[in-house]
């Protein structure tokens, strides 16, 4: 818990009042605006990292600024909680660097790297996929969790269960998220990684359903994280402090977590990262977090495209020079049904590598919703680990120039994978192999990629 998490309350009985559209409309995109022409942050949109040193720097101090001159909008009580520059760097001081994920022979542990060494960023795989259909999910997860590069799982979020849907505030969620986590738990053990990380409960929205999971054991301290996330454009409300004490209770870790949407109050990516900067700051302040996860969308859902990913960097980079937390963000392209997309695969590989060169120590919803997606994006984050920043930007913008098939139509998991063996077809394996090939004439290498 952090150790401003009462002064957070008191706060927010007691500061400003103000309403959320003038928070929104004026104080928040003004303070934001003139942050950003004070520490001369800019995006150059050829560019699809940012590596500079002195501009990650100045992109932390905005963003540290940010926090101090907006504060945080508590929605329940329409008050600004503010915190003062010493409270915000005691809190930078006194945070952990490091995590412990797992448990047993599955246990990974997050450390500070930085861009260049050898410490692959770990991968936390997206298991399951969007569906009713609990079996069809669970092969999925399967396939995922065989896989000897995949560190760790993310359950994607379950519809319904059957014809009972997902209803937020009922017990029909709490029912879908224990299955959730009865399937990670299940698929785990099958693939002989009981002590596998199963990240944050993603079929839950609402603190009921994601207390009452972690109180059936199914979802632990040893196997999964609580999100104590502020809410969109510096904003929270109690149910945040609420979880940020029950994990503190519990002994589990907080999930920090911070989603930019850009080109709605936000102009562009250096503000994007500025938020993403305030944001770290003031979990850490309340739920004295250590984990965190942070990355951007377009607001035409977007994930992917120089824009989205130089944000993305900028923050780890501002991060890793300045706060040294375990920080982890999107591994992925946001694409369903795509296994068997160029695009896709260019664009896992681009995450993988900026992953590398920005000092990032994992990347969540790795891939895509198969095993051979994981392993690719695992191998990635191998091979392009030991990379230079200069030479990791080189090849993502090489990377950019080079020619894609047409993207396919989705095709099922069964023409994907046997799902008696749990094997994938030869139409799989082929399309791996063409991407080996790619990377290891554009000069990276993995053993298993000579196989």
Not at 92 to 113: F, M, Q
Request: charged letters at 20%; hydrophobic letters at 40%.
């Amino acid at each position: 818990m952090g150790k401003l998490l009462w002064e957070a309350i008191q706060r927010s009985t007691t500061g400003p009042i103000m309403t959320e559209e003038k928070f929104e409309t004026e104080l928040f995109p003004t303070v934001l605006g003139n942050l950003q022409k004070k520490y001369r942050i800019e995006f150059d949109p050829d560019e699809p990292a940012m590596i500079d040193p002195d501009m990650a720097d100045a992109v932390f101090e905005a963003g540290k600024e940010l926090l101090l001159e907006v504060g945080l909008l508590c929605k329940n009580t329409q008050r600004i909680i503010k915190f003062t520059q010493e409270e915000i760097e005691e809190a930078i001081v006194t945070a952990k660097h490091e995590v412990t994920l797992g448990h047993g022979r599955e246990a990974v542990t997050l450390s500070p790297r930085a861009p260049g060494e050898a410490q692959h960023p770990y991968c936390f795989n997206a298991a399951g996929v969007i569906t009713t259909d609990v079996e069809l999910y669970k092969q999925h997860a399967m396939t995922v969790m065989q896989e000897a590069t995949c560190d760790g799982v993310i359950p994607m979020p379950l519809f319904g269960v059957g014809d009972i849907k997902n209803v937020a505030e009922t017990p029909a969620q709490t029912f879908v998220c224990l299955t959730e986590a009865r399937i990670m738990n299940e698929a785990a053990t099958w693939a002989g990684k009981p002590g596998l990380f199963f990240g944050i409960p993603m079929s839950a929205t609402t603190p009921h359903t994601l207390i009452s999971t972690f109180a059936s054991g199914l979802y632990n301290k040893h196997n999964c994280t609580l999100p104590v996330q502020i809410l969109q454009d510096m904003r929270v409300d109690y149910d945040r402090f609420n979880l940020a004490y029950y994990a503190d209770q519990q002994g589990i870790e907080p999930w920090m977590s911070s989603s930019p949407t850009l080109y709605a109050y936000i102009t562009g990516p250096e503000q994007g990262a500025m938020q993403i900067i305030a944001h770290t700051l003031g979990m850490l302040a309340y739920s004295g977090g250590t984990l965190t996860q942070a990355m951007s969308v377009s607001v035409y859902g977007e994930y992917t495209g120089n824009d989205i990913t130089w944000c993305n960097s900028a923050a780890a980079l501002a991060a890793e020079r300045n706060l040294k937390l375990p920080w982890v963000c999107f591994g992925g392209t946001g694409s369903e049904g795509a296994a068997l997309s160029d695009d896709h695969w260019y664009g896992v590989a681009v995450a993988a590598i900026i992953a590398c060169i920005s000092g990032m120590e994992a990347t969540w919803l790795s891939g895509g919703h198969t095993g051979i997606e994981a392993r690719w994006v695992g191998e990635m984050s191998r091979a392009a680990a030991q990379l230079s920043p200069q030479q990791g930007l080189e090849l993502v913008k090489k990377i950019g120039t080079l020619e894609r098939a047409p993207t396919p139509k989705p095709i099922p998991l069964s023409d994907l994978y046997d799902l008696g063996t749990m094997r994938p077809r030869q139409i799989f394996l082929d399309h791996y192999r063409k991407f080996t090939r790619i990377f290891m004439d554009l000069g990276l290498d993995y053993p298993t990629w000579h196989c």
